[in-house]
């Protein structure tokens, strides 16, 4: 009777929850939000500003915070140019009052989508009791950003002169410069201004002069301030750095000490991130780690609410990078039944790891489970491929793959062969296969668009270079009307050379 009592509460208590629950969700149906109408409009070329006229003249009221929401949102999810939009119009609808920081945000965001020359017209316009450190700050981002160092160093120097309190953002910006202009020696020297001006470095400061270390080969330097940053009580370390160190230890062959760190890097990782998860998989896929490639997979799939076809994509290019094809091959399975989008870059590596170890066979027959199941795939596949039959002699796979490949693009303006792609197909044939191999290449390609003349260049070259008589492939591009010019005398010129050295 207790058990029956228990029960029934229960009951009533659930269907009270869930009562609330649903005339809750009710609501917010039928109550839309400014935010929940500009969030879908994903399309950059979509102007929200439309939208936010019209949610004021039917009546509705926008918060200032409400606005500033929608602004951190869409610049997140690097939509700049529609949080300048809304920054715009709150601007002039003459409602709101920017807060210095909301004008150093506006600065920003006209930097990104104008360029660093209306930025600073717009800062030149503001009140000086609005040109604090943030404002100063993001115009200089602004001339970080489009590498613009004289400005850069300008405006640092003028910040400095105006008593403008600087942070370690400000010579974060200056390293981070240098380094994208490939000036990595400048930037120990930028570290050591930072702390004669009192400044902590934070982790990233860190991270971009051991960078600036590791580019140059400085093993040595590299350690140092690694050490330096392990040492310093303001300083919780973190997975990045580590891996940072890792990659620089891997390129230099250290590999003890690339493990080593890869462990600490472990250590530090936050359970559930998923990118740091790809990240380390990765680098011990580098090293040939594969028990530790296979524990940290098995880890993320545990801790992870849902892998992602990132997390996939990264799993089975570290597999294939260690020769597992058929694990990779599981994994794919696994990917299938987790209802992820479909997404052509998954299989893909599997199919290219397939390829590359001359198993085109078991790529095609992939290939061909993917068409009956209505998924797409890309002529470039299809092409390489046909790079693959041509490879292992079987010229007769090369030219159905081929097939395949070209009724992929047939119709299509956007789908097409890549020159290139073409150019090599028919290098390898003129390598690898006869003259009436490279014929009926020749023939099924014309059938799909006009051959052009360095595409006969490549396999004329390719014949020359085999010592392959040249005779057949100058008549078909004659056939197409492509008289001899310059190029195609230098590779006969060659052939010429060739002969001539065969008889000395």
Not at 279 to 294: E, M, P, T, Y
Request: aromatic share 8%.
């Amino acid at each position: 009777m207790i058990s029956n009592r228990h029960s029934f509460k229960t009951l009533i208590q659930t269907y009270i929850i869930s009562s609330r629950w649903y005339y809750s969700k009710s609501n917010q149906k039928n109550k839309a939000s400014l935010y929940s109408i500009i969030s879908p409009l994903g399309n950059p070329n979509v102007n929200v500003t439309p939208e936010l006229q019209k949610w004021v003249e039917t009546g509705n009221k926008v918060r200032f915070a409400e606005l500033h929401r929608i602004i951190v949102d869409l610049r997140k999810r690097k939509r700049s140019s529609q949080a300048l939009q809304v920054s715009e119009w709150m601007r002039s609808s003459g409602n709101y009052t920017f807060t210095p920081g909301q004008h150093a945000v506006h600065l920003d965001l006209i930097g990104k989508i104008h360029g660093f020359m209306q930025a600073e017209d717009y800062f030149n316009s503001l009140n000086e009791e609005d040109k604090t450190e943030k404002a100063y700050g993001a115009l200089l981002h602004c001339y970080v950003r489009q590498c613009e160092t004289e400005r850069a160093q300008t405006h640092l120097k003028n910040m400095k002169e105006k008593g403008i309190a600087l942070s370690s953002v400000a010579f974060n910006d200056i390293m981070s410069l240098y380094s994208n202009i490939s000036q990595n020696d400048k930037i120990p020297q930028v570290f050591k201004q930072m702390r004669e001006n009192c400044i902590a470095p934070d982790n990233l400061s860190y991270r971009i002069c051991i960078n600036s270390f590791g580019v140059r080969s400085d093993i040595e330097g590299l350690e140092k301030i690694l050490n330096e940053m392990e040492s310093d009580s303001n300083i919780v370390m973190d997975w990045n750095t580590y891996a940072v160190v890792a990659n620089f230890y891997d390129k230099a062959g250290m590999t003890s000490k690339a493990n080593i760190v890869l462990k600490k890097a472990e250590e530090k990782l936050d359970k559930k991130d998923g990118l740091g998860y790809n990240h380390l998989i990765s680098l011990h896929a580098r090293q040939g780690n594969k028990d530790d490639v296979f524990r940290l997979w098995s880890l993320e799939k545990n801790v992870c609410k849902k892998c992602l076809n990132r997390d996939y994509i990264n799993i089975m290019e570290s597999l294939v990078r260690l020769d597992e094809l058929e694990e990779a091959a599981k994994v794919l399975k696994e990917w299938e039944s987790s209802k992820n989008l479909y997404d052509f870059r998954v299989p893909n590596i599997v199919i290219v790891g397939y390829i590359e170890k001359g198993l085109c066979k078991k790529a095609e027959e992939l290939l061909e489970y993917l068409m009956e199941m209505g998924k797409a795939s890309t002529p470039y596949i299809w092409a390489k491929l046909a790079m693959g039959y041509i490879e292992k002699g079987e010229m007769g796979g090369a030219l159905e793959s081929l097939k395949v490949a070209l009724s992929l693009c047939h119709g299509s303006k956007e789908i097409k062969l890549d020159d290139k792609v073409v150019m090599e197909v028919l290098r390898l044939v003129g390598e690898r296969g006869s003259f009436e191999d490279a014929e009926k290449v020749v023939n099924l390609l014309r059938s799909a668009a006009p051959v052009k003349r360095q595409m006969y260049h490549a396999l004329l070259k390719a014949f020359v270079d085999g010592g392959k008589e040249v005779d057949g492939v100058l008549g078909i591009m004659k056939s197409d009307n492509f008289e001899e010019d310059e190029e195609t005398m230098k590779i006969l010129s060659l052939e010429q050379e060739l002969k001539s050295d065969s008889y000395k």
